[in-house]
């Protein structure tokens, strides 16, 4: 697997590709990775002749009660699993080059609308970061597309808007949560669990399940389905911070008409804070 750390770097790999009609498809992430990940860059290498994937742990959008320094940093595992997948170059900026005047000085990218809300609202100033650092990425790899998975269902639609919105010429996949036997979504988040927790948070894909269940069996009461779940997860221990039905495109709370709803959720087990999703299409 090639290695790139600088745009110029990059760039020749970039352009030797191109100059050969190859197809590129990239995977931003913050590496750490997971299974989750490696089906993201899959996916990418069904639909492209190549695939680039991308570690650097943003610091812009981590707040300022957030640990940027203890994000857990594997490069050397992350690149055997990278291998593993037959990936053809990682891509491994360092901050003084995208961030050569540090953050405070650097031109930003907010995304209107969806931002506002959920992980917006919990964590201020998040999705301008991750707007931010993935417009510059886009702008130096150039992809023809680039994977985003829907765990982070909040963070899809926001770069959606942001491709839509600035006429980036880049088609945005989304790829399904990948999970865990119990039904858990895979994330960097699920070791902090221990054994006990980590069992216990299989229910809240199986709230999600059932709250699924219940609309699509004509349930248009949303505020009830909330109610339910939220009061269930509370009873088994988890403290939510959300348990949303909304419009799967817009994220606002969803109408008894919308034919395309997502349920989104975050709720916190001990000190950690789970995030997850189901679509729900009423066509
Ligand atoms: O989902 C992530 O890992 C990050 O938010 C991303 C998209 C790589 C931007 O830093």
Redesign the pocket.
Known sequence: MNQAYSVSELRQYIQHWKDHQQSIAFI???GNLHQGHLSLIEKGQSLCDRSIC?I?V?PM?FGPNEDFNHYPRTLDKDIELLESVACDLVYMPTASELYPQGLEKISQVIVTDLTETFEGAHRPGHFT??AT??AK?FNIVKPDISV??KK?YQ?YCV?KKMTQDLNLDVEIIGQETTREPSGLATSTRNQYLNEEQMSKAALIYRTLQDASDKIIGGERNFALVEKQATDRLSQAGFDTDYFNVCNADTLKPATPGDKKLVILVTTRLGDTRLLDNIEIDLW
Request: charged content about 5%; proline content about 6%; overall charge negative.
């Open positions: 931003p992430t913050m991308s650097f943003n959008q970061g991750v650092i993935v990425l985003f998975g982070d963070q770069i």
